[in-house]
């Protein structure tokens, strides 16, 4: 079966790849003395082995560290600068600068109008097709969709970018920090509502989220109508703001929770090998970790595949609402 | 400036949210440990920079990447707009090659019908001339073959009466039991011939 080739060869490297992090989680389980990485310990009084605490977010959040395999000695410290990490900085410019050449070399190769040829040029420009007619075109319009065109591509190839950097085992994501994404939300407000400025005017754009409300009858109805404007008046201008706060938590929520699901899986392998996490029924059993290991790789290498499909989710969710609300702020619906 | 009511509005909502908003705020810049660190909300370098990166992204994309792609994308949809319109020329031009070929193709099959209509009529006239040539060939043929016979049967009555004659005067002789004369046998085949001739003519 030729066409399966390509799945099968990225299946087996994935599991290969989760295999190496499994053993390397299960590795501790033969050394004794060697605690986890950044587990943290409580001293208890009458328990035979220091139990440490499990944390979910240690290996999702940024940190000044990259572990490649910690227990083979293989960990890059102290990536900080006066005191702040840098792991996520250089993702974000690691990502930031793919993007850049990808989209410059896709610049070179289109100057000439040629059709395309070659992978990565059908490849690239398939990726620019499918923003401009399936997210530019229907959230803005056909007739802005050019002049935003590139500020939405860019955003959706730089989320992509850090989304997909994230599914290198020992890097991270970067748009799994809110202060990322919230970056980029506050850019998506500030381009949706100068849009919104610009085609409506100052007033006339404020004027856009007061609902007409019209009370017939006697002082006692105008004022209940005054008070009805009022107030959705005040939940549409949150509106323009709650808006883009759940652009930021709805991207950073999927990408911590889904790197968060991946690492406690794969925790499972520690919870019956490693002695600083191991539950009893493991210890009196250690015939269970042959159990546990397979079953873990097995479902981290399937929702690693789903976590690859939620990458090109988000940055599309992202950029596809950011299209929609540019949208809305210029053509304003009455 | 006037105060209009859609700015008290806009005035008193972004109160309203930053009023809501506050409690978060003070979260993110308090210093103590909170259950949110795992979100890394007090990282605002983290935010600046991913600002900068993505300003000087925007920056870099707009300068280097988009005028190469706009320019592509133009001579793409020029020559496709250029090839559309080519191939209406074309298409055109088929059409006017096709009407004059079916009206070609129509003169001809009038001008056969014609030239079959034609050879239908002097196949028609040279049918009856020949008809006719062939009647009259068979009425001569006819009158000839009459004649032809009329003569042969003159001829056969000769001989015929020739032999009547030799045939009656041998038979007189025997019955007279002498030589006649010629005087006689003129005579007496006179009389045969008449008396023949009288049964013939009663035949």
Redesign the interface.
């Known amino acids: 079966m030729p066409r399966l080739r390509p799945t099968l060869v990225l299946l087996a490297a994935l599991a290969a790849v989760v295999a190496a992090g499994a053993a390397n989680a299960a590795a501790p389980a033969h050394a004794e003395s060697a605690p986890a990485p950044h587990a943290k310990h409580d001293d208890h009084a009458g328990e035979k082995h220091e139990k440490a605490k499990i944390d979910p977010f240690a290996h999702v959040v940024d940190s000044n560290h990259i572990e490649i395999l910690p227990t083979a000695g293989l960990t890059i410290d102290e990536v900080e600068y006066e005191g702040f990490p840098l792991k996520f900085i250089i993702l974000i410019t690691v990502s930031a600068l793919v993007v850049a050449a990808a989209m410059i070399y896709l610049s070179e190769m289109m100057r000439d109008g040629d059709p395309p040829t070659g992978k990565l040029w059908n490849l690239l420009e398939s990726l620019l097709f499918f923003i401009r007619d399936k997210i530019v075109r229907p959230g803005v319009g056909e007739h802005d969709a050019n002049a935003y065109l590139p500020y939405l591509a860019t955003l959706f190839l730089f989320i992509f970018a850090m989304n997909l950097i994230g599914m290198v085992p020992f890097l991270g994501s970067p748009t799994a920090a809110i202060p990322v994404t919230a970056a980029l939300a506050f850019v998506s407000f500030l381009v949706i509502h100068v849009s919104g400025v610009a085609s409506n005017g100052f007033g006339g754009y404020l004027k856009t989220f007061i609902p007409h409300i019209e009370l017939e009858g006697g002082l006692p109805m105008k004022l209940m109508g005054f008070a009805i404007t009022f107030g959705m008046a005040i939940l549409e201008y949150a509106t323009a703001f709650i808006r883009v706060g759940v652009l930021a938590v709805r991207l950073f929520a999927n990408m911590l929770a889904g790197h968060t699901v991946l690492f406690m899986i794969l925790f499972f392998i520690a919870l019956v090998s490693d002695p600083a996490y191991q539950v009893p029924f493991a210890k009196e059993n250690p015939w269970i970790f042959w159990g546990v290991m397979p079953f873990s790789v097995a479902l981290v290498t399937a929702l690693s595949l789903l976590e690859l499909f939620i990458a090109g989710l988000q940055a599309f969710i992202f950029t596809f609402l950011t299209a929609v609300f540019i949208g809305l702020a210029k053509h304003p619906p009455h | 400036m006037r105060l209009?009511?859609?700015?008290l509005?806009?005035v008193?909502?972004?109160l309203?949210?930053l009023g809501?908003?506050d409690p978060v705020f003070a979260a993110a810049h308090g210093e103590e440990k909170s259950g949110l660190d795992?979100?890394?909300?007090k990282?605002?370098?983290?935010?600046?920079?991913?600002?900068v990166?993505?300003?000087?992204?925007?920056v870099?994309?707009?300068v280097?990447?988009?005028?190469?792609?706009k320019?592509?994308?133009?001579?793409?949809e020029?020559?496709i707009l250029g090839e559309r319109e080519q191939a209406k020329r074309d298409r055109a031009e088929a059409l006017e090659a096709l009407t004059r070929a079916k009206a070609d193709l129509d003169a001809a099959a009038l001008k056969a019908k014609e030239l079959l209509d034609e050879a239908r009529r002097d196949a028609d006239a040279l049918r009856a001339t020949e008809r006719e040539a062939g009647v009259k060939d068979a009425a001569d043929e006819r009158q000839r073959a009459q004649r032809e016979i009329a003569a042969a049967k003159d001829a056969a009555l000769k001989e015929i009466y020739g032999q009547a004659v030799a045939l009656a005067a041998m038979i007189s002789e025997k019955a007279l039991q002498r030589n006649i004369s010629a005087e006689d046998h003129r005579r007496l085949l006179d009389e045969s011939i008449a008396e023949l001739k009288g049964v013939t003519s009663k035949a």
């Open positions: 209009s009511t859609s700015h509005f806009f008193l909502a972004a309203a949210v809501f908003a795992f979100t890394g909300i990282r605002w370098d983290l935010g600046i920079y991913t600002l990166v993505f300003g000087l992204l925007v870099i994309l707009y280097f990447a988009w005028p190469g792609i320019q592509g994308l133009e001579k793409r020029a020559t």
